[in-house]
């Protein structure tokens, strides 16, 4: 019995990116059929959210062991930006917020999906 190959993080990054496009294109088509411009638009900014913070956490994970004064401040101004744009989306966006945050999850939905990628392709 052979034994499987480890985990290869420079194929699975780029794919997890692509699945969260595919996600976040399809996501946003089905939120905008049945709820409207407003909830499409919304998941599709949700998506957005998530796809930015993958990018910043990805550049931490490949900057890991080098990680200087400059990159813990703006691992700490990431979520301040973040949450000012949350804040900025509930009170003054006409975008439905369960759309938005539900296009939170899209960075989720993606690994869950390489997961499945890894055990049924992957590993053959």
């Given at each position: 019995m052979a034994v499987p190959?480890?985990?290869d993080y420079d194929r699975a990054a780029p794919?997890?990116?692509r699945f969260m496009a595919?996600?976040?294109v399809l996501g946003s088509i089905v939120a905008g059929a049945f709820g409207g411009w407003t909830w499409g638009a919304g998941?599709?900014?949700g998506a957005a959210l998530a796809w930015l913070n993958y990018r910043w956490m990805r550049k931490l994970i490949e900057g890991?062991?080098?990680v200087s004064s400059r990159g813990s401040v703006?691992?700490?101004f990431r979520y301040l930006l973040l949450g000012g744009a949350g804040y900025v989306i509930v009170i003054y966006s006409p975008l439905n917020m369960v759309a938005v945050l539900t296009g939170?999850?899209?960075?989720i939905a993606a690994v869950f999906v390489e997961l499945?990628?890894?055990?049924?392709y992957a590993r053959k």
């Open positions: 190959d480890e985990f794919r997890i990116a595919i996600i976040a998941f599709l900014l890991l062991g080098g703006f691992m700490v939170l999850f899209v960075l499945i990628f890894e055990i049924v």
